[in-house]
């Protein structure tokens, strides 16, 4: 079994910064991919960045040169930077773990940029 657990989450103005954190534990071997998601309110789950236990990275359009994504192999520990801050990117962040043959997904973190 493997544990997710979020922060870094909340309010912030637009053009702000935010920075999530995702730490996972439990029976986890060789994670492939750590990644994050986003669904605000009546959408779809979408991807928003991802990273490869290599250290490749990829984004989504609407966050690329806005968001950085990284990881810690040593403690299972995945973040995401959030700078210029769109009231467009409010949504609940959920962050994600492939392993071989399984993914896990945390439990959600609210992100709201409003002034």
């Known amino acids: 079994q493997v544990q997710l657990v979020e922060s870094g989450g909340g309010l912030v103005q637009p053009g702000g910064s935010l920075r999530l954190s995702c730490a996972a534990s439990?029976?986890?071997?060789?994670?492939?991919?750590m990644a994050w998601y986003r669904q605000a309110p009546g959408k779809q789950r979408d991807l928003v960045a991802g990273i490869t236990r290599g250290g490749s990275t990829f984004y989504s359009d609407s966050v690329k040169g806005r968001f950085t994504i990284s990881r810690d192999n040593v403690e299972n520990t995945v973040y995401l930077q959030m700078n210029s801050l769109k009231p467009d990117d409010t949504a609940v962040y959920y962050c994600?773990?492939?392993?071989?043959?399984?993914?896990?997904w945390g439990q959600g973190t609210q992100v709201t940029v409003s002034s």
């Open positions: 994600q773990v492939v392993l071989v043959g399984s993914s896990y």
């Open positions: 439990g029976s986890i071997f060789n994670i492939n991919v």
